[in-house]
């Protein structure tokens, strides 16, 4: 029991799941504290839906007897069956219960006149524009600029806005137009690096 629980806090046991939500843009990581409770939060979850789908699979909810009959039973047969229940379980459940609780959440915060909430990852909302063009312009908070170009490449994990990859181009970024209907525009001031970036993000109308 001792080890069971060991496992479970150490987060081991939903470290997939946990990693597909991230990667789906469901939770963001912000490499604190809160990223460790989320994991604890999905390995409790993904023991509830092993167990279940244990329980299933032998026909019996007792755990005693499924401990018992996991050391006779075909290991590779249960270890597939029971990987694809969760993953299909977590990539079900999950997304339900996380845009379930947001739009609950929004939903008071409207009543209180607030603003809306999202779970995403901040970064990936601003950058992520479904292959189509963004392009950016950073500047220093002297409006000189430092670099310009289109978005090839950006870290949305545990990082700030210091790993971007630019690619310089013809087109002269900083030149655009920031009320075109071709584009969406929108600026973000780093204050810790003293530096602002200008999105142009291409229209998807």
């Known amino acids: 029991m001792n080890l069971l629980i060991s496992i479970v806090l150490s987060g081991i046991i939903g470290y997939i799941p946990y990693r597909i939500l991230v990667y789906t843009g469901l939770l963001s990581e912000n490499d604190d504290k809160n990223d460790v409770f989320k994991m604890i939060l999905v390995s409790i979850e ?107 490449h950006f870290n949305n994990q545990k990082s700030g806005f210091d790993l971007l990859e630019i690619q310089e181009m013809d087109l002269v970024v900083s030149e655009l137009s920031h009320s075109s209907s071709n584009y969406d525009y929108h600026v973000i001031l780093d204050l810790k690096q003293q530096i602002k970036i200008e999105i142009f993000k291409a229209n998807r109308n």
Do not use: C, H, W
């Open 46 to 152: 993904t023991l509830i839906i092993l167990y279940l789908s244990l329980g299933f699979y032998f026909n019996e909810y007792k755990i005693n007897y499924i401990i018992e009959k996991i050391p006779n039973a075909n290991f590779v047969g249960i270890f597939i069956y029971s990987f694809i229940a969760m993953v299909l379980m977590t990539g079900i459940l999950n997304p339900l219960v996380i845009l379930s609780m947001q739009y609950l959440i929004n939903k008071i915060r409207t009543i209180f006149n607030l603003e809306t909430i999202t779970f995403i990852d901040k970064r990936d909302e601003l950058f992520n524009n479904n292959k189509k063009p963004v392009f950016i312009v950073v500047r220093n908070f002297d409006d000189k600029i430092i670099s310009e170009g289109a978005l090839r």
